[in-house]
């Protein structure tokens, strides 16, 4: 089967550092995608994992841990622009990407 | 270059209506896949295919239909709507398969059955 867990809200405030957790138990793995989403609109794909570690992209940096089913998205220096859902989703290489429900992030001032 | 195109962008359907969800990309992507997305849960996918002729089962495929006759379309057909179907659809592509390149999203399709 396939099971992936994220919080369901967060809220964090401009400036700060927020981590979004995604743990997930799939029956295959080959790499873990974050995705970002704004109220209203499509998914935007922000990360892909395939290998232990942390991967920057300027203020966001995803890590993973294929051993412990774990993997986290690390927004720093956070803008209101950041306030949105956050998707993660793993590609178990014989299926289509299994999507978690999501994390809801605001920003506050 | 205009990507991932949806339409209608809005529909209301009355209980027992059909119709037709299109969707069409000019990326020339062999991968192509429509989800349902319902308030406060993730992705659910409704159908896939790998190319041309090829349509598979996702997730949640009852009460839908689909075909792709062409790289380009993968229409998504609701034949007799009910409430349940109320959500907002999303087309996505891909280059390859799921590890090889990111989804591609259309802006989606906001259904409510009636």
């Known amino acids: 089967g396939q099971n992936i867990d994220q919080p369901t809200e967060m809220t964090a405030t401009e400036g700060a550092i927020v981590q979004i957790n995604c743990t997930y138990q799939t029956s295959g793995f080959n790499g873990l995608f974050w995705y970002q989403q704004h109220a209203g609109e499509a998914p935007t794909f922000l990360s892909y994992?395939?290998?232990?570690g942390l991967e920057e992209k300027g203020r966001f940096s995803s890590f993973l841990s294929r051993s412990k089913g774990y993997s986290y998205l690390l927004l720093k220096e956070l803008q209101m622009k950041d306030s949105a859902s956050y998707l993660c989703?793993?590609?178990?290489?014989?299926?289509?990407?299994?999507f978690g429900k999501g994390t809801r992030l605001s920003v506050i001032a | 270059n205009a990507g991932v195109t949806q339409t209608p962008k809005f529909r209301i359907l009355k209980i027992g209506q059909s119709m037709t969800l299109q969707c069409t990309q000019d990326m020339n992507h062999n991968y192509m896949y429509w989800y349902r997305q319902d308030p406060g849960m993730g992705l659910k996918l409704i159908y896939y295919s790998v190319g041309a002729g090829i349509t598979d089962k996702g997730e949640v495929p009852n009460g839908y239909n689909v075909s792709r006759s062409t790289t380009e379309d993968f229409p998504l057909r609701l034949e007799l709507a009910a409430p349940s179907q109320t959500s907002v659809y999303f087309c996505?592509?891909?280059?390859?398969?799921?590890?090889?390149?990111?989804?591609?999203f259309g802006n989606g399709t906001r259904l409510t059955v009636t």
């Open positions: 989703a793993v590609d178990s290489g014989n299926t289509p990407l299994v």
């Open positions: 994992n395939v290998l232990d």
């Open positions: 996505a592509t891909s280059l390859g398969g799921q590890g090889l390149s990111p989804l591609h």
